[in-house]
C-alpha cells in the first residue's frame, strides 16, 4: 500500500494535477483513522449471562399469515428475554390468531 501510495502520489506531482495527490493522500489518511479508531474504541462485551430485555417490533403490512409465524419464530429463538408487546396488545394479537386461523 505505501508504494502505491507513493507512486500516485509522486506522479499525481509529476503531471501537477493535485486531484490526484489529496485523493492518494486521503485515502491513506482515512485507512490510518480506521485502523487507529478500531485497535482503541473496539467494544468488548463485558456482561455474562445477564441478558437485557428486549421488546420487538413486528412490521406486517398485509401479511396476516405471517404474523403467527413470525411470533413463534421469535419465541423460538435462543435469547428467552423477549417482549413482543404489552399485555393489551398481546391479548389483541391472540384473539386475532383465533380469528385468523378459524
Known sequence: MIGITSYYTSYGIKIGNSFVVYSTILLVYSVIIWVVGWFFFKSKIT?????????MIIPIYNQKNMIKVVIEAIYASSYKNVVVADERIRAAICCYLVLVSV
Open 47 to 55: 456482561t455474562v449471562g445477564d441478558n437485557g430485555l428486549v421488546s
